[in-house]
């Protein structure tokens, strides 16, 4: 790889080379669809396919049939609204209160925002305290309450559990969305705990590869009718609309939400990546060694606290567009901007920031070697 001190985890985690080995092992010599043949190798496929999820859902403490291939958490977010809004059987969530808070990112939020036009949902905001966390006391009562349990901007850890409960003694019958994708890296993820009816997280962010994502459905069959239509999803048609005498019966969760071929490779990939994971997270020392000397800098205002999963911060007389240009012709990758998480960043009073975050390659030469890049930079 080229010689940058690449500290952009939160984006994008680098790939293990033991889940680069089994995806190519899985290219050159196992490949066939999944879901579809009866000969020998498609047989194995389907079993590599079903021992990928059984791995997938011990990760999380959850059943098989709960786990859903998605392309990652944005889709994972756009499907639990077409899902719990199941225009197929006439459910829907109309004139509900969605809450949804300023932590979320873009993807999280911005689907469920969207309910307040089409569907003329009232979108209410969960109370957040003086350090930005999601607070339980004075929670609104919320029909669907959405829950970042993580902010790819601040990297604290939220109380989902406890945030769950609370929501439901003010109703029980609260949908609760989980948005696990920074959460999952740092932490162990018990939905069972959480006790919340979806979850999504990114495969990429982990160490696996891109296009992958889990969606966790605490009760698959609660949820009548599927969001996507196509192959592996139908145990049955009978007639047709031509006919007007159309219907169907879907299989069972969790093919039912799993239309269409699989991005194989990718699954395949993701055990590994979680065996990586669970022996490798994130050290975090090095976000306090960052913290501790970029801290020391006048010209520099951190917004994470110190025992953050990520430094986020800005320089207040210098574009952080600029900054980010500048540290990356020194060869330092981070992220600048607003961080698809705009409304913590209103919260915050500032356009954008720039974030540090890390991964099992970066080591505590490469945090010094990027405090120096970044001094130079703004010196
Ligand atoms: C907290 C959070 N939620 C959701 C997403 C979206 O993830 P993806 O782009 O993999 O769908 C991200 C990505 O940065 C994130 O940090």
């Known amino acids: 790889m080229d010689n940058v001190l690449y500290f952009d985890a939160a984006a994008s985690a680098l790939k293990p080379e033991t889940v680069i080995r089994a995806e190519v092992d899985f290219l050159q010599n196992a490949y066939a669809n999944a879901g579809r043949g009866i000969c020998p190798r498609a047989a194995v496929v389907d079993d590599m396919i079903a021992r990928a999820r059984g791995d997938v859902a011990r990760f999380i403490n959850a059943r098989p049939d709960q786990i859903v291939f998605t392309s990652g958490t944005t889709d994972g977010m ?17 004139n509900k209160t969605v809450m949804v ?20 949902c009232k979108i209410v905001l969960c109370p957040m305290d003086k350090e930005y ?3 339980c006391s004075d929670l609104p009562r919320a029909d669907v309450f959405v829950i970042t349990a993580m902010s790819n901007v601040m990297g604290c850890a939220q109380d989902v559990a ?3 409960a609370t929501a439901r003694k003010k109703n029980p019958d609260v949908i609760t969305v989980v948005d696990a994708a920074q959460y999952v890296v740092h932490n ?23 296009g992958l994502g889990i969606m966790y459905i605490k009760n698959p069959e609660r949820w009548i009718s599927p969001d996507k239509f196509g192959g592996g999803m139908i145990a049955k048609i009978t007639g047709s609309a031509v006919e007007h005498n159309v219907a169907f019966q879907w299989e069972n969760a969790p093919a039912k939400f799993e239309a269409g071929t699989l991005p194989l490779t990718q699954i395949i990939g993701l055990p590994v990546a979680i065996d990586y994971l669970s ?8 976000i306090k060694y960052l913290y501790d000397r970029l801290s020391k800098n006048p010209r520099i205002r951190i917004i994470t606290p110190r025992d953050s999963a990520l430094l986020t911060f800005y320089i207040p007389d ?13 060869g330092l990758c981070l992220r600048v901007g607003n961080m698809c998480a705009s409304w913590i960043h209103k919260a915050l009073g500032i356009d954008g920031t720039a974030r540090l975050s890390v991964g099992w390659w970066n080591s505590i030469d490469d945090a010094s070697r990027a405090c120096d890049i970044i001094e130079d930079v703004i010196k």
């Open 78 to 94: 756009n499907r639990i609204v077409n899902i719990i809004n199941d225009r197929v059987c006439g459910a829907g969530i109309k």
């Open 101 to 120: 808070s300023d932590l979320d990112h873009h993807s999280a939020r911005l689907p469920f925002e969207l309910l307040y036009d089409s569907d003329s």
């Open 133 to 135: 966390n999601l607070v």
């Open 162 to 164: 406890g945030l769950v």
């Open 188 to 210: 162990e993820i018990d939905v069972q705990k959480w006790d919340c009816d979806f979850m999504c997280f990114s495969a990429h962010k982990i160490g696996a590869d891109t």
């Open 279 to 286: 022996a490798n997270r994130p050290n975090l020392d090095l």
């Open 318 to 330: 210098m574009h952080v567009l600029d900054f980010g240009a500048l540290v990356g012709a020194r």
